[in-house]
């Protein structure tokens, strides 16, 4: 397949998808949403098109700044990171990435340089030019470790709490915790069955968050449900009469 022009529609789609949530799902299984970063315009359209027909969702970012404001909002399940990007450089956005796996794609073929990266934190590199079939290979590869069972995630329909990384997403979509926001629903994911008494949430979290008491934890639920809905959350927080919170379904 040769290389391809992109399409102002194209550019206008992919930024647009930037700021929307966008679950689909084919067969039950929810899409895999790749990040292209990658400032050649013809290399990343030439990309987009061929993950959009392997059935992939795709991001795109441009520049090493854009890539970090996208980071912010969006979660991807892979990123493809190029390193020669303007403003700030794949190496400068790789911290940013940490707990989603990353390919470097990169005309860099030093293999001190494939060495550092690696040890930085990407989880493959492959150098320019490249064979498509090779990278959909390496990009199949990294999603199936990523999907492995591993007692680091939570997850409550389409509600994400990484233990390791401290990150919450609902669907695509990062949400921000205070650390009390982020304890509550820690446990109350780690209880997906059960209505956790007040005493015990105050209990359970009281060494890590001594700010709450009795009194505020009403207010710091409330402000959790209100930051779960804003992501678009499919989860929210219930009150159990007498008993204390739960996890339940939004209700359509």
Known sequence: MGFI?????????????IFVTLI????????????????????????????LKEGYRVLRAYS?????????????????????????????????????????????????DKVRLLLEGAADYITKPFELKELLARIQVQLR?????????????????????????????????????YAILKLLMQNP???VAKSIILDRIAQDTPDCTD???KQHVSNLRKKLR?????????AVWGIGFRLGKVEE
């Open 5 to 17: 022009r992109e399409k102002p529609l194209s550019i206008l789609l992919t930024r647009l998808s």
């Open 24 to 51: 689909n799902r084919q067969g039950g299984s929810i899409v895999k949403t790749i990040a292209i970063i990658e400032d050649d315009q013809t290399i990343g359209a030439l990309l987009e098109e061929v993950l």
């Open 64 to 112: 090493g700044t854009e890539a970090v404001y996208l980071l912010s909002h969006q979660r991807p399940d892979l990123a493809l990171l190029d390193l020669m990007l303007p403003v700030l450089s794949g190496e400068e956005v790789l911290p940013h990435l940490e707990g989603i796996p990353v390919i470097v794609v990169s005309a860099k073929v030093g293999v001190d």
């Open 145 to 181: 470790k990523s999907t492995a069972p591993s007692g680091s995630l939570l997850e409550s329909g389409d509600l994400r709490l990484n233990i390791s990384s401290h990150e919450v997403t609902a669907g695509q979509t990062v949400v921000h915790l205070t650390k009390t926001e």
């Open 193 to 195: 069955t059960q209505a």
């Open 215 to 217: 009194s505020s934890l």
């Open 230 to 238: 804003e992501a678009g959350a499919q989860t929210t927080i219930e």
